[in-house]
């Protein structure tokens, strides 16, 4: 069964530093991966998503995440937080990119807390 | 392009008492997933309907169910609600093509009380 781990529960940066949120997966075959945000009592927004090629994806409001698999990992990355970026954020693998037949297996996400 | 539609938004129901979630998706996507998030599970999948077939369904109890309808509207029922059914019931609409991403509507919030 595939699973997502988020080991980071909480993260406080300094606005204007860079950000790192882990996430490791474990899953039989090639997954793909997704990063999703979520705003309080709001749904999820798509950040970004790996399903082949560039190991390396961007994704929108300066988010990228770096797919490594020797690591099992998909670490999400952003250069310069901004206030707005406070959030709970979550990483997803699935066997079909579409959350199609056996879903999306969500991490416990992380709370990211900005600190001006 | 309208994004993912769940309504109703806020919803307080007794326990015992029966509820129905709708969720109208994207123009032209043919898949629905549901999702339910609780502080203490986290978001966990329910099931997959695509072209009004449930596809595959997640580990949950009968009293959970869905449909969906041929404009791909899909709708989804808890019967004899408990506590503990509590949650934000999140919709994901996609194509259900290969390499394609699920988009999430802004969700349910139900309270059983």
């Known amino acids: 069964a595939q699973s997502v781990t988020q080991p980071d529960i909480h993260i406080t940066v300094s606005e204007g530093a860079s950000l790192e949120l882990r996430c490791n997966y474990s899953y039989g075959a090639t997954p793909y991966l997704f990063w999703y945000v979520q705003s309080p009592g709001q749904g999820l927004q798509l950040l970004l998503k790996y399903f082949s090629g560039d190991t390396l994806v961007q994704g929108i409001k300066g988010f990228e995440a770096e797919f490594k698999r020797s690591q099992s990992s998909f670490n999400l990355r952003k250069p310069s937080v901004h206030w707005s970026d406070a959030a709970e954020y979550f990483c997803?693998?699935?066997?079909?990119?579409?959350?199609?037949?056996?879903?999306?297996?969500f991490g416990k996400g992380t709370h990211l807390i900005i600190q001006p | 392009k309208a994004g993912v539609t769940q309504t109703p938004r806020y919803l307080i129901k007794t326990r015992g008492q029966q509820v129905t979630l709708s969720c109208s998706p994207i123009?032209?996507?043919?898949?629905v997933s549901w999702y339910q998030q609780t502080p203490g599970q986290g978001l966990q999948f329910l099931f997959e309907?695509?072209?009004?077939?449930?596809?595959n369904k997640g580990n949950f109890p009968g009293r959970f169910s869905g449909r969906q309808f041929s404009n791909s509207r899909s709708e989804m029922n808890v019967s004899t609600l408990e506590l503990g059914d509590s949650a934000l019931y999140l919709c994901?609409?996609?194509?259900?093509?290969?390499?394609?991403?699920?988009?999430f509507g802004q969700g349910t919030r139900l309270t059983v009380v």
């Open positions: 997803a693998v699935g066997k079909y990119s579409g959350g199609g037949a056996d879903g999306l297996t």
């Open positions: 123009s032209g996507h043919r898949s």
């Open positions: 994901a609409s996609s194509s259900g093509e290969v390499n394609t991403e699920a988009f």
């Open positions: 309907y695509f072209s009004e077939t449930q596809r």
